[in-house]
T-cell receptor, first 115, second 109 residues
Framework: GAVVSQHPSRVICKSGTSVKIECRSLDFQATTMFWYRQFPKQSLMLMATSNEGSKATYEQGVEKDKFLINHASLTLSTLTVTSAHPEDSSFYIC???????????FGPGTRLLVL | GENVEQHPSTLSVQEGDSAVIKCTYSDSASNYFPWYKQELGKGPQLIIDIRSNVGEKKDQRIAVTLNKTAKHFSLHITETQPEDSAVYFCAATWNDMRFGAGTRLTVKP
């Protein structure tokens, strides 16, 4: 149990375009989903926390207008990188928790390359 | 906010030896401490966790110990195998989860 999927697994896009990444909890309902960014050989950096039906809470320094998060249901959250630039290239990982303060289960990640 | 420090940053052991990774945290209110294993190009996978009302937990070759007074917790892997090679992250949770910087474990056959 506790499987989280992400789609796509990797994406290459041109500078200036937008990219949407989906995160789904497959066998449980997630009260909260999280979006992380990870640079090579570094730890996970929390970008934002989203709860179903409400606005996401962004970490300091993360531009909410650039990284749009929609948490449409208890099993789906999306991250849209708008007007992507090469510096947005990174590994984006989502996670989901069933209850507050419980275990976070991570998706397999999405590698974004902006040319 | 919570600050989690993890040591060592890299660890190389011979197959069959034990590996120990240590983490300290700053917020005494933290009450949940998971450990994740991340293989190259993949998302972190939960391998074991412990709550603040427990001092030790074991699952086959993996064990975690927690010292709440000293605010540190450790991951112990016994009889290491090459497939244990990965990056391991500790985390501490109160209101939100904060991760350590990670330990790159290499198990040499």
């Amino acid at each position: 149990g506790a499987v989280v999927s992400q789609h796509p697994s990797r994406v290459i896009c041109k500078s200036g375009t937008s990219v949407k990444i989906e995160c789904r909890s497959l066998d449980f309902q997630a009260t909260t989903m999280f979006w992380y960014r990870q640079f090579p050989k570094q730890s996970l950096m929390l970008m934002a926390t989203s709860n179903e039906g409400s606005k996401a809470t962004y970490e300091q320094g993360v531009e909410k207008d650039k990284f749009l998060i929609n948490h449409a249901s208890l099993t789906l959250s999306t991250l849209t990188v708008t007007s992507a630039h090469p510096e947005d290239s990174s590994f984006y990982i989502c996670s989901a928790e069933q209850r507050e303060g419980e275990t976070q289960y991570f998706g397999p990640g999405t590698r974004l390359l902006v040319l | 906010g919570e600050n989690v420090e993890q040591h060592p940053s890299t660890l190389s052991v011979q197959e069959g030896d034990s590996a120990v990774i240590k983490c300290t945290y700053s917020d005494s209110a933290s009450n949940y401490f998971p450990w994740y294993k991340q293989e190259l190009g993949k998302g972190p996978q939960l391998i074991i966790d412990i709550r603040s009302n427990v001092g030790e937990k074991k699952d086959q070759r993996i064990a975690v110990t927690l010292n709440k007074t000293a605010k540190h917790f450790s991951l112990h892997i016994t009889e290491t195998q090459p497939e244990d090679s990965a990056v391991y992250f500790c985390a501490a949770t109160w209101n939100d989860m904060r991760f350590g910087a990670g330990t790159r474990l290499t198990v040499k056959p």
